[in-house]
């Protein structure tokens, strides 16, 4: 069995811009959707057919994945969009209890775990293509819920809502084998 053993460290932020203010509309309506993954998903279709997204108007952090913020309110519900660089791989780590990613551009390889104890199984590995997305609920004030890795398997573009700021979200070490 592969296991990763819990680790606290800090995560260093990478970069971030913000959208802009025609968008507006768009972000209050998603403050509006109570995080329900259907109207979620219905207002981001939306705002993907109404404004083009291009991977080149996002920065490339070469080897990594670049973090562009367009809204945040105040109580905390965050649209990103994220640019991957083939190859970029995240850490194994997990999200507020609430995530919903589209995979605008690329290709995506999705590793899922399970927290058991101090440490997480690997329970799955999924590709994804553009226009799929997913969806997870958890338990709120967590930060341990929809444990995943993410590997771009090519140049990949990726828009993201969580609950909180995903970068409190857990992480865990590399792969034991026992």
Not at 29 to 44: F, G, M, V
Not at 117 to 135: D, L, M, R, T, W
Request: aromatic residues 14%; proline residues 4%.
């Amino acid at each position: 069995m592969m296991e990763a053993e819990i680790e606290n460290i800090d995560i260093i932020a990478p970069q971030v811009h913000f959208g802009k203010p025609e968008q507006e509309p768009y972000f209050n309506q998603l403050s509006l959707a109570c995080y329900d993954p259907e109207k979620i998903h219905s207002i981001i279709i939306r705002f993907l057919n109404d404004y083009e997204i291009n991977i080149n108007d996002f920065p490339l952090d070469k080897g990594s994945y670049s973090r562009t913020i367009l809204f945040r309110n105040q109580s905390y519900l965050e649209l990103m969009i994220a640019r991957w660089d083939k190859g970029a791989k995240t850490q194994i780590h997990g999200h507020p209890d609430f995530v919903y990613e589209y995979l605008i551009d690329g290709l995506f390889q999705i590793e899922s775990f399970k927290k058991n104890g101090s440490y997480v199984n690997k329970i799955a590995s999924n590709s994804q293509q553009p226009g799929e997305f997913i969806c997870l609920q958890g338990f709120k004030g967590q930060f341990d819920n929809a444990i995943h890795r993410i590997t771009a398997k090519k140049e990949s573009l990726s828009l993201h809502i969580y609950s909180d700021n995903a970068l409190k979200g857990e992480i865990f070490t590399d792969f034991k084998t026992f």
